[in-house]
């Protein structure tokens, strides 16, 4: 089952408090009684006022409220200091193509994968391209399993010259959560379980961005195993 | 006062459980009454089971706690099914460089940054090089916006041939939260408030990552206003 099909709309604000243990609770308590269910919640700033006080800024992405009874909150929850709307980063940001890899194949990869992806959100696509760069079984593996946390994540393509054991292991599960897997044909055994192997990196990056999106005729499940 | 100075360790665990209103509110209380501090919350799932139901996994990142007290939680919230240990997206995907832009700059900015990371990420950094590709100037002053929702983000790097308007004012909004931002030379008035300017876009999205690296003698304070 892809990630695709589980899209529904959000609104989103962000919160000014005192970095005390009992805020987010209230919020979070507030939000479900209203019947809206928290989606993500992201700390994006902390900072100290003229007296001293932590400060904490907010990022709340909601399902199941409409704008104005989230951004109500301000008058239920004494312990909030300030609550504006934001967009949910879904609508900013939109799908997202991770790239994870090393060397000179990774920033091949990326930009094919941008140049691409600038082509799909002229014609009113999101497609973000998130990258980073890593060496080492573990640390790769580290970040394949990683791919599964990160919201809006579609599809992962991974651009070295060797990759196996653990990560292959890593590409497995990753699959099994319903993102797929790109590979460049390379060394090791990730070519083996990848949902398709590419040679050439730069194409390999707009196969990929192809691949999410809306606007392109490409089916990743249509090309399970083959390679060019 | 820059975000880097805000990092304290956190713990994440991902769990399963049905998607009702109530069950991530107690969870948050649950974290709360043990003294823990959520930091994020990420939605990264949606499934259902055999019988219908519908599932979601969430990621959840708290400050204050053991990972034995975290992932104990599954004990005192029946609602949940599953929680497992995973690591925190900061230890496996680092500090960020956003990259928002378009057409041949933004790829070859990106080309640049990843690069660059690569070889800080070899010397035991982890930095990562996410990238919005847009036109237009209601989507990028959206865009520049949300960078400051974004966690992990420590720098911006903006990557296209004319900029200024509403993105000026964005621009200068994410700067008063701690976050710079580097601009290739281009028309428009963003270049008049930017951090640095560079003209080359692979020397731009070089210098960006230096700028957020450890491993490079490189200060976006040192070179206010400065253009290459």
Known sequence: MSRAEHTAPTVAVRLDFVDAPGTIPAVVAHVASLGGTVRT????RRWQDEAGEALVEVELEVEGLAEAQLTGIIDSVPA???CRPTQSLDKVFGKRLIVIGGGAQIAQAVLGAVSE???HNLRGEKISVDTIPLVGEE?????VRAVADLDRARALLLAGSIMGGDITRAVQELQAVGIPVISLNMVGTVVDVADLVVTDPVQAGTMAVMGIADTAKFDFARQKGRRY
Do not use: C, I, Y
Not at 41 to 44: A, E, M, N, P
């Open 41 to 44: 919640l992201s700390t994006v």
């Open 80 to 82: 909030l200091r300030g």
């Open 117 to 119: 992806a600038d082509r």
């Open 139 to 143: 640390n790769l593996a580290a970040a």
